[in-house]
């Protein structure tokens, strides 16, 4: 029934004193009734509020604990990565010191040999020298032949 077909009815069944006092008390319940329903959605509202307030005040203590170990992470990182520097800085220290010993090694090998070639160049002649490394060979192999049989 709509309200208007209510209004409608009371003017018919009672005098105009009593239909006003009605009228009023049924516009009066109207304006109760639209009270109700604004104060229920302002509940809601409220409630929806302070939920997504619990909502954003637990996703800030979630954000600091994730600031917080992202902290401790970048620290243990750059512990790692200064242990690393330290390890290489060793590492390249050994390796230069290495390639100088083996430097050093080379230098001496090279002027053995030039002593060697020199030495050689000096009391051998080299056509006499592969003749008797040819008749060493062969005396070896006459040997190894007779120890074989």
Do not use: C, W
Request: net charge positive; aromatic share 8%.
């Amino acid at each position: 029934m709509d309200f208007k077909d209510f209004i409608n009815q009371i003017k018919e069944l009672a005098d105009p004193a009593v239909f006003a006092i009605i009228a009023k008390l049924a516009i009066a319940f109207y304006f109760l009734k639209l009270l109700y329903k604004g104060f229920k959605e302002l509940l809601k509202l409220a409630f929806a509020v302070k939920e997504k307030k619990d909502n954003f005040e637990e996703s800030q203590v979630q954000i600091k604990e994730v600031k917080k170990t992202l902290n401790k992470v970048q620290e243990a990182l750059d512990k790692t990565d200064l242990a690393n520097k330290k390890r290489d800085e060793e590492t390249h220290k050994l390796i230069k010191q290495s390639m100088l010993d083996s430097e050093k090694r080379i230098s001496k090998i090279e002027e053995n040999l030039s002593f060697l070639n020199a030495y050689r160049d000096v009391k051998h002649d080299k056509d006499e020298e592969t003749v008797e490394a040819r008749q060493t060979m062969k005396l070896v192999l006459e040997k190894l032949t007779l120890i074989n049989k």
